[in-house]
Nanobody, 124 residues
Framework: VQLQASGGGLVQAGGSLRLSCAAS????????MGWFRQAPGKEREFVSA???????DYTDSVKGRFTISRDNAKNTVYLQMNSLKPEDTAVYYC???????????????????WGQGTLVTVSS
């Protein structure tokens, strides 16, 4: 599966952005999907994931602010980010994992394909 992430940009603290990740090449509904991010000088970290069944998971720092969703008809996964903070600044990557129906994968090692990343910059 090939992934194309978009929607990043520059936003002030407290603002919102919606990231999109379009998949092609394979059956999208066969994949659990995830979002990861990497800030300058830091390791890539898990942000959120959604299973094939629609079950979701979030890292603690974004709970209540970010919402992941998927539209299988459009082969797209979204990350709605509200109440953004400067510490959310990072390159955001979407990823796809061939997992069983209800599994939500937090580990990057579970993911088979990665998008190119989209930069989110939150100014204070």
């Amino acid at each position: 599966v090939q992934l194309q992430a978009s929607g990043g940009g520059l936003v002030q603290a407290g603002g919102s952005l919606r990231l999109s990740c379009a998949a092609s090449g394979r059956t999208f509904s066969d994949y659990g999907m995830g979002w990861f991010r990497q800030a300058p000088g830091k390791e890539r970290e898990f942000v959120s994931a959604i299973s094939r069944s629609g079950k979701t998971d979030y890292t603690d720092s974004v709970k209540g602010r970010f919402t992941i969703s998927r539209d299988n008809a459009k082969n797209t996964v979204y990350l709605q980010m509200n109440s953004l903070k400067p510490e959310d600044t990072a390159v955001y990557y979407c990823a796809a994992a061939q997992v069983v129906w209800g599994l939500v994968a937090r580990s990057a090692r579970a993911y088979d394909a990665w998008g190119q990343g989209t930069l989110v910059t939150v100014s204070s």
